[in-house]
């Protein structure tokens, strides 16, 4: 217990604990959206076992750790470039985020009366909404295993503790179940902000696709292109209230 009381080991799980919740934003907004899809029964549950099983996935590769760094050996080389099983498991993790976000785009600005059912068969919305559920949560288990990859080795950079970083996946996992919620509510009051987190996504998967190539794009400079957005789409939504509440005063006033 003598670990406890080391000022070096509460650093560590500090600065792992905080760039696994940053690691985890991308997650977050993947859930977030595709859990919006379902039924709002049902949300809450998607978002309870989708992030579950995230925090699952990392214990699982954190207790394997031989295992994730076996991963990083070449398995074969093409044109010169060794190819890794995590080169692999990016790779198909980053076009599977491509297409899935592109999709999503599609949906949420060409076809959007798909998604909407006729408000008087119930039970088939029933049905659908329950079978929707679990190919959504397939979906989040798929992409949760590439997410939970990449931040189990940044883990395993950073810390050579076990327990620290153990602790630091569960605390960021809780706060990420706190937070999904609320980014989850919010994506859906505004239809904008959604095709934003869209397109964050289609980024995310451009770099984990180029990542397994070897060529690191900084996930700094995407998470700057995100908040920059954002905060530019805020002023929108401020500007859009701001009007609606003009528009409604002569209405009050008559």
Known sequence: MEFLTDPNVWIAFAMLTALEIVLGIDNIIFISILVGRLPPELRDKARRLGLGFAMLSRLALLFTLSLIMGLTADLFTVMGMGISGRDLVLLLGGLFLLYKASHEIFVEVEAREQDVAPETDQAALKAAGNKLFWAIIGQIAVIDIVFSLDS?????????????????????????????????????????????????????????????????????????????????EALNIRARAKRQALAQQPDANA
């Open 152 to 232: 189990v080795i940044t883990a395993v950079g950073m810390v050579n503790q076990l327990s620290v970083m153990v602790a630091a996946v569960i605390v960021s996992v809780g706060v990420m179940l706190l937070a999904a919620k609320p980014i989850g509510d919010f994506v859906d009051r505004h239809p904008s902000v959604k095709v934003l987190a869209l397109a964050f996504l289609v980024m995310v998967g451009m770099a984990l696709t180029a990542e397994a190539f070897d060529q690191e794009v900084p996930k700094g400079y995407i998470y700057a292109a995100m908040a920059f957005s954002l905060a530019v």
